[in-house]
């Protein structure tokens, strides 16, 4: 239980135009997704928290006008890469907690990333 | 505020020998404490969680943690390495919302 998909896996886009990156929760729902960015060989850096129904909140530094978070359902959450520009080539995951463990002490569980290549 | 600090960036073992990575926590609440490991490209897989009900938390593939609240401690160790547990690992903690703050990663390379 509690699998989370991301689509594309890998997407390779020009500089200016936009990208969409999907993450489902599979077999439950997820009122809250986070997306997360990773650069080579660092950590996971939080961008956003996504609310099922309501704008997200984005963690300080993250151009919300760039990285369009949309969460129109309980289990879709989409994040849009807009007038993509090489620098925002990086490795984006996506993550929920499983239904009803909104809670701190729950794990969350992650997307297979979407890897982006802006040329 | 939450964080975790890996001690090593990168580790390496032989085959079948000790794996130990160190994470040390800072929280002003009880915190809850998470290993993860991701291999190349793909997303993260728990491999064990602390909630505060035992201290010493069995996880997958052989793995287990220790939380010592004196040291502020939280290290992941298994007693014999294998060559399929080379991989990125990552200690959490729970954020001041529900999201995770992730220390900055261990590489850990098994060698035969």
């Known amino acids: 239980g509690a699998v989370v998909s991301q689509h594309p896996s890998r997407v390779i886009c020009k500089s200016g135009t936009s990208v969409k990156i999907e993450c489902r929760s599979l077999?439950?729902?997820?009122?809250?997704m986070f997306w997360y960015r990773q650069f080579p060989k660092q950590s996971l850096m939080l961008m956003a928290t996504?609310?099922?129904?309501?704008?997200?909140?984005?963690e300080q530094g993250v151009e919300k006008d760039k990285f369009l978070i949309n969460h129109a359902s309980l289990t879709l959450s989409t994040l849009t890469v807009t007038s993509a520009h090489p620098e925002d080539s990086s490795f984006y995951i996506c993550?929920?907690?499983?239904?009803?463990?909104?809670?701190?002490?729950?794990?969350?569980?992650f997307g297979n990333g979407t890897r982006l290549t802006v040329t | 505020a939450q964080s975790v600090t890996q001690l090593g960036s990168h580790v390496s073992v032989s085959e079948g020998a000790l794996v130990l990575l160190r994470c040390n926590y800072s929280?002003?609440?009880?915190?809850?404490l998470f290993w993860y490991v991701q291999y190349p490209n793909q997303g993260l897989q728990l491999l064990l969680k602390?909630?505060?009900?035992?201290?010493l938390v069995k996880g997958i593939n052989g793995f287990e943690a220790e939380f010592k609240k004196s040291e502020t401690s939280f290290h992941l160790t298994k007693p014999s390495a294998h060559m399929s547990d080379a991989a990125e690992y990552f200690c959490?903690?729970?954020?001041?919302?529900?999201?995770?703050?992730f220390g900055k990663g261990t590489t850990l390379s098994v060698s035969s």
């Open positions: 993550s929920a907690r499983g239904q009803g463990t909104q809670v701190p002490n729950s794990p969350l569980h």
């Open positions: 077999d439950f729902q997820a009122t809250t």
């Open positions: 996504s609310n099922e129904g309501s704008k997200a909140t984005y």
């Open positions: 929280s002003s609440v009880p915190p809850y």
């Open positions: 602390y909630t505060s009900a035992a201290t």
């Open positions: 959490a903690v729970s954020g001041a919302g529900t999201a995770l703050i």
